[in-house]
């Protein structure tokens, strides 16, 4: 935002300051993405550099089929939001949403219950299922989707392939159930033994995907559960010696302790990390992060030598509202062209 105040189309003085600004035009930056803390980090990406080419890789791990529909609910969070159609109380799913499907698929007994589907999100899942049934590839499918959202980014799915996040619980007794049954259903309330990302192993990145993080003069990685959100996209053969290959740049998820929102102490639990902002970017670790933004209570990390060989930066990192938002991704910014 500084930089967009120094006037530089025609009355642009020249030296330092106006090539800096000139800079910003057209940086390509590379964002891996999961569902509400990647949404919100990319509204602030989108206004601290409004002129940026940002490319969006989704994680696809939470995928579902529910009534023979495929839901993608972190792709649809990230276009619902930067498309200005997502519920901003929630965070995920539509504003001024209705019930009245679910309520008769209800009536009919059909299931399941716990996973919530409003009317207007319906229609994405329809169409998308459509279209995946005419053999167009997820990454096609959601190029469309976003051709009525223009959400202002190029949003890909990290693969077109089938990949699907299971979580192996002890739920009286041990049983494999797809992350949405773990984290909606059960609230992760029973542990997670192992979290696996089924069918990444044999997967393939989706095309753009590897040129994208190739191309970008940086990689950032929002506040995302580094476990099933981050981790999973990782999970894609190729994409982390890609991501490895550049300059990237993390913003905690979780800030004294505990995570901001949601339940990821309980994936990092299961892969044995603990939940802290040091524990978090030692797990990614230096030879993948450069850089890494911690919040105000965290600043102790910077001196931490766990993380030797990570920048480390100290600031306010909860994402109240747009200037705030802003100037968390400025300092990813900022910190990522200091470091590359
Ligand atoms: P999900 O797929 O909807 O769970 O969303 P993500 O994986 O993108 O993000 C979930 C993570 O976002 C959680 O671990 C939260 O701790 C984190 N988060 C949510 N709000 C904030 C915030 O305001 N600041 C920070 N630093 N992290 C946040
Ligand atoms: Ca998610």
Request: glycine content about 10%; charged content about 20%.
């Amino acid at each position: 935002m500084r930089e967009r105040e120094i006037p530089w189309v025609t009355s642009a003085p020249r030296g330092p300051r106006a090539r800096r600004t000139c800079d910003t035009v057209g940086m390509r930056i590379t964002v891996l993405a999961g569902g509400v803390g990647a949404a919100r980090f990319l509204r602030g990406v989108k206004s601290a550099a409004p002129d940026a080419q940002v490319t969006v890789i989704g994680n696809t791990g939470d995928d579902i089929t529910l009534f023979g529909l495929r839901v993608c609910p972190d792709l649809d969070t990230v276009m619902y939001t930067l498309g200005g159609g997502i519920s901003e109380e929630q965070g995920w799913g539509r504003a001024d949403e209705t019930f009245g499907v679910s309520g008769e698929l209800a009536a009919y007994g059909a299931g399941p219950s716990w996973f919530t589907l409003g009317d207007r999100d319906f229609a994405t899942h329809i169409l998308r299922t459509q279209l995946l049934a005419a053999g167009k590839p997820l990454s096609e499918v959601t190029r469309l989707l976003c051709e009525r959202w223009q959400p202002g980014v190029r949003l890909l799915p990290m693969s077109d392939d089938t990949i699907e996040t299971h979580v192996l619980i002890d739920d009286a007794g041990r049983s494999l159930v797809h992350f949405q049954e773990w984290w909606v259903r059960l609230h992760a309330a029973a542990p997670a033994l192992a979290i696996t990302a089924q069918g990444a192993e044999s997967s393939a990145p989706a095309p753009g995907v590897l040129e994208a993080i190739a191309d970008a003069d940086f990689v950032l990685f929002p506040p995302s559960n580094p476990v099933v959100s981050i981790g999973t996209i990782l999970s894609v053969p190729g994409i982390k010696d890609a991501a490895a290959a550049k300059t990237v740049v993390g913003v905690s998820p979780i800030i004294g302790g505990a995570p901001v929102r949601g339940m990821a102490d309980a994936c990092l639990a299961a892969i044995g990390v603990q939940t802290s902002a040091v524990a978090v970017a030692a797990h990614y670790g230096p030879g993948l992060l450069d850089g890494w933004l911690v919040d105000e209570q965290d600043k102790t990390a910077a001196d931490d030598p766990a993380l030797a060989g990570i920048a480390v930066r100290a600031l306010p990192l909860y994402m109240r509202g747009t200037a705030a938002t802003a100037a968390i991704a400025q300092a990813a910014i900022d910190l990522a062209r200091e470091l590359a």
